[in-house]
């Protein structure tokens, strides 16, 4: 069988039921043992996987909440922190790359990669003014 039937069987497989058992029915009966055994061997090392995955992660997730308990670190300044050493992250509303200046006002942070309209906290400055903000 080449490649692209392999393929095409297996979406057969999962998708209809009807049509599997049609592609089933051309497998010789000898065979359909091996190809359970296959498909369950397949099944479970890919649920072992994940569930080792998602162990991981529950184990990070809870060493970094002890890690902020421990120092007294928000969310906030946690998020803050990851932007100034990687850049905004995906949910951030920056398209246009990096945070360059950052400024706080009323105590909350105010950023602006330096391209785009000027956030109101920025308006006015002149690029000697700016420098003071820029992040390392």
């Known amino acids: 069988m080449s490649e692209h039937n392999d393929y095409g069987t297996c979406a057969v497989i999962m998708c209809e039921r009807r049509k599997a058992t049609a592609v089933l029915r051309k497998i010789p009966p000898e065979n359909l043992e091996q190809l359970i055994n296959m498909w369950s061997d397949i099944a479970h090392g890919m649920i072992e996987n994940y569930k080792e995955e998602q162990k991981a992660t529950e184990q990070k997730l809870e060493a970094t909440k002890q890690f ?51 956030p109101n906290a920025f308006e006015g400055m002149s690029k000697e003014e700016l420098k003071k903000y820029e992040i390392s």
């Not at 922190?81 to 200046?101: A, D, Q, R």
């Open 68 to 118: 902020m308990e421990k120092h007294n670190i928000s969310s906030e300044e946690a998020m803050q922190i990851f932007e100034n050493l990687f850049g905004p992250s995906t949910k951030s509303k920056s398209t246009f790359g990096k945070v360059k200046y950052r400024i706080e006002v009323d105590g909350k942070p105010v950023t602006w990669t330096g391209k785009g309209r000027r």
